[in-house]
């Protein structure tokens, strides 16, 4: 399905919820650009026993891992301890969005894709190329690709800090119940690249999941837990920028 007759079926009142079934799944940032509809579900984050997480419980600077939107694509979710505020990222071509900061009581709490935007090198349950580093002495707290050295601003929507990443890392939406501390993940801020991640990580998804299918699994409920408990081999490295 090409983008032209994609956009005639949309404007003739087709779902989008059945238009991306049936379209590549690189249609996917297409509709967001195009649409103000989300094509991903909304994802109530819990533990794994199924209850919801409570954000006051996550201590600082302890990595949790959670697949959404789908089950092959892991996302970090961390409390960086102090409040952020929201910051403009802006795009190589010259676009920027707006990243809202933190959530939680002290909306301190963030969520990334753990897919490194250079060469889609991500935290697999296999191997951690992408984790978190804590603040240390005069630097921030990142998000490191040990693949490449990419490092990225948690704190400041993922922006580029060094190696060669050529934006931002993607951002997860997170909408906050602050009545329950409750988290949802509802779509992602900036491109988070799940067509080309899919391809370049194709026969090892397969072998993680048994099928194509099963690795895109829309997920309903994100399950989420330490990253030392999703990732066997975390890698280390040095953090750059």
């Not at 699994?217 to 837990?225: D, L, Y």
Request: overall charge positive.
């Amino acid at each position: 399905m090409d983008r032209r007759n994609f956009l005639d079926l949309l404007a003739k009142g087709t779902s989008l919820g059945l238009l991306l079934k049936l379209s590549p799944l690189g249609m996917l940032e297409f509709v967001q650009a195009q649409s103000s509809a989300n094509p991903f579900r909304r994802a109530l984050l819990v533990d794994k026993a199924g209850s919801p997480i409570k954000l006051n419980t996550l201590k600082p600077h302890e990595p949790f891992v959670f697949a959404y939107p789908f089950a092959a694509t892991p996302n970090i979710l961390v409390n960086l301890d102090v409040e952020l505020t929201p910051v403009d990222v802006r795009m190589p071509d010259g676009s920027s969005y707006r990243w809202p900061g933190g959530v939680g009581r002290r909306r301190s709490v963030v969520a990334y894709t753990s897919i490194c935007p250079h060469t889609f090198s991500y935290a697999a349950p296999t191997l951690g190329a992408m984790g978190y580093r804590q603040p240390e002495g005069g630097r921030g707290p990142r998000m490191v690709c040990c693949a490449h050295l990419s490092a990225f601003d948690v704190s400041r929507g993922g922006e580029v800090r060094g190696g060669p990443a050529p934006h931002a890392l993607a951002a997860v939406s997170l909408e906050y119940d602050a009545a329950r501390d409750e988290a949802y993940a509802v779509g992602f801020l900036g491109n988070p690249q799940f067509d080309a991640f899919f391809r370049e990580h194709n026969q090892a998804l397969r072998g993680l999941f048994r099928t194509t299918a099963r690795a895109r699994e829309e997920v309903a409920r994100a399950t989420t837990i330490p990253y030392a408990e999703h990732t066997r081999v975390p890698t280390t490295c040095p953090v750059v920028g």
